[in-house]
């Protein structure tokens, strides 16, 4: 019952926004702030409760769950279920819905109570996303969310907004419809086979199918989560979309909608196919690497320094993907712990930007340079977030890189190593950021005020959590290892040939044979 | 005619006794007002006979009529779009110079056409129904006789009907000479025991009447009329065009081609098949270079039709809900849309370009909420009905494996998207200049912002909670 509550309340907090911006600027944004902090409060109660030192052990994968029917003609119903992989996205779509009302507080002037609609109806229809075990109702989150998004983009975006918007529509659309395809494709295999015709996700695990079957029906799926992802050459809805849309758009879409490909893919996509995943993960696996190198090479090329942070996503992104087809604990939770780590970095680097952009009114770095004497404390804060980007070792992004890279090398030592090239050019390509635009001379003569209490206070916020994410993982970790558990197990079952892999202890890395010395 | 007899076409008596009073009426005193309070009355008393008749068992009225739940349940939905086109007639016809009453004489009629169609069994009563629909039709076109496109438009679809018509009759005849029957059930009881050369006439037969219908339908190769007369109509007429008669037509397709079983016929099958992907590429595609927004209602109504052909060449047990769900989300959607339409025009013309709905976001946000609502429903978009709808015919095509024509049902709507949102994106640019208005008066009167709203709720419950239809539906076709 909590869940429906927690989804429940944001999307009444959008409407009483809309409503109260009849009337006022100054309510939509106060009601948006306490309804998502409000929500913040007991999803952290929830957490320290169910995931905290004193744990709950939760008796199956599940440790909240509701269920109603829905349409039962059709074997629809409403089902949310909360694991500890949920429970962390959760947390962060909250978070970054604080942040995103916070950084557009005095930027948006206009209808600012629909977009606070737009703005909460996202934040709940992304948290649907991540609590639905119906693939119903999961589709219909996933769709939920690009109206909203379309508007947000299209009507509070920068100059090229509505050429942005209707791209970044038509793409998802295309995919999300073919993964509707997949999933009744999967619903009608289901029922042939078994006789119960349902969308349940618990019960579609393990449905027994025939080798090119699963094949499509997981390229389906695919096709959905790579165009949000974004895998590579599905990608070029992203940049546009990013550097269009207003600054809450962007950490919305970098932090929240491209996690939502990656959550479903771990989800639901290799536990649901688990061997056709297997055949694919080389595939995969290369597109992932192509995304990395492909991502920061175009961040370098860069001179709109929002696109740049755009293509930065697709780069950090193609570990996320390379950690879920390496498949393994170490992989996983590498990937876990990027998805969550690049939403605040980038979406930080967003809201930067984004102030930068208030004050100069310009994204081109051509007419940027030593900002730093200027506005000393955003050189500072942007410094941070640079490295944090580029896998500083004691930062949230390094954990991640580092466990993924880590994991594939057991899976895969060629892709990992070529992954790791990554790692180099994102730190070419974060400092000639710095670089270029605060250090250097200040050729145009600007003269900035610097950062204000509000824009400090979220900075200062954001850096703390990605503090805490370098410095005590294990706080994240523990929460997703139950969950990353089931789930390899659901798939260990399925692939009978594959030994389960014992958790191998991260500083005991064994050699591949090859390796060995004569 | 026994007296239950009559109760059974009750719904259908009033509806023919209603004109007849307007007539009357208008034979006293020429009186707009009485008028519309006759009609509106008439179809409501048609409307509240409904559930009487319900609780009769099926039966026969005469060898013409199977007054089944079938029939009344289409009933309902035509009634109910002729009620919402008449509160939304209203405004729009008074500023019209001439006389006034007739319309809603011809209004009542073509509801009574579409309404004779969904109950007939037998081949007379269905080319009555689609005769008396056709003829108050060619005359609703051009109602507004001032207008050079109004006429054009009329002229187009009197031409291309009549044809259509005899292509029909012309099947009629064909499939009449081979089994010797009019009546839906003895055909479907005979056709087995055809010999192969008769067969050949029977099937060339049922592909003409397939032409005359496909010419109602818009579908494509027979759509050409469409966009001319969606654009030529007064609003309110494209919008019975679009749902009145359209979907009586779909109602009497579903009706015979299910009762004699085409599916049976690989020939039959790839016809429609071969129809239901031509009407959404070539809808969606012509829809995309279109910048009136009736054409590109127009275009996209061929493309929804192509869908619904999907569902209807499916087997399998979800095809009759799926059909039905999406047909009355469509009403729902192009009701509420043509209702927007209706109530920015004004009498010097339609308010039918796209750069009249330019900044409607800014200057009226319910009207462009309604609109952008029925239009995402029409796209397809989760909370609206046409949501669920192109769900369940998705799925009735994938029930039946019908990949490929679910494929092109997919791409094209995607391909829809971008016409919908070019609308959608118009409405909510700013306005290039004040004072550049539609050409409409600048408030709703209260009884057509209350039918909007009503439709726009009505697609949103749909979307949300499609259980207690889905539940009804099975139970009330069969």
Redesign the interface.
Known sequence: MILTWLIAEIFAGGILAWIAGRWSRFWPRVISLVTLSVHMVILIVLWVRYFGPVGYVAKGPWVIEVSY??????GISYHLSMDGLSMLLIVLTNFLGIMAVACSWNAIQERVGFFHFNLLWIVASIMGVFLATDL?LFY??W??M??PL??LI??WGYENR?YA??KF??FT??GG??M??AI??L??VHGRATGVYTFDYNELLGTPMSESTARWLMLGFFAAFAVKLPVVPLHTWLPDAHTQAPTAGSVDLAGLVLKVGAYGMIRFLVPLFPEAALDFSDVAMGLAVAGILYGAVMAFAQTDIKRLVAYTSISHMGFVLLGIFAWNELALEGAVMIMLAHAITTGALFILVGDLNDRIHTRDMGRMGGLWQTAPRMGGVALFFAVASLGLPGLGNFVGEFLVVLGTYQANTTMAVVATLGLILSVVYSLWMIQVAFLGPNHVGWKLPDMNLREGAIMATMIAVVLWFGLYPQSILATARQSITNLQQIVATTRPEEKTQAPVDPLNVVLPEEWEAP | MTRSGWIDVLPLILLAATPVAVMLAVAVRRSYVVSTAITFGGLVLAFVMLPVVTSQSDRQATPLFLVDNFALFYMGLLFAAALVLVILSYRYLKEHPGNLEEYWILLLLATLGSSVLVASVHFASFFLGLEILSISLYALIGYNRASAIGVEAAVKYLVLAAASTAFLLFGMALVYAEIGSMEFAQIASLRDALDDSQRVFFLSGLGLMGVGIGYKLAVVPFHMWAPDVYQGAPAPVTALIATISKGGVFAILLRFFTQIDFRADDSLFWIFSVIAIASMLAGNLLALLQNNVKRILAYSSIAHFGYLLVAFVAGGDLRV?AVTFYLIAYFVATAGAFGVITVLSGPERDADRIDDYRGLFWKRPWLAGIFAGML?SLAG???TGG??GK?YL??AG??SSL?AL??IL??G??MS??YY?RII?AM??RPVEEGEATPAPGFVPFSEGFVLLATGLLALWLGI???PL??II?KLVH
């Open positions: 029917s829905w349409i039962p003609q059709l119903f219909f989150f769709e939920m690009l109206v379309y508007f299209g009507f509505t918007s209707i529509f038509i659309q295309a419809l073919l509707l395809l009744l494709g619903y009608f | 809900t995402l978009i989760p909370l949501f669920i769900f998705v799925a994938a029930q990949w679910i494929i997919v791409s709507s995607v998207l971008f949102l994106v909510y640019m909670y499609p259980a889905v539940h099975p």
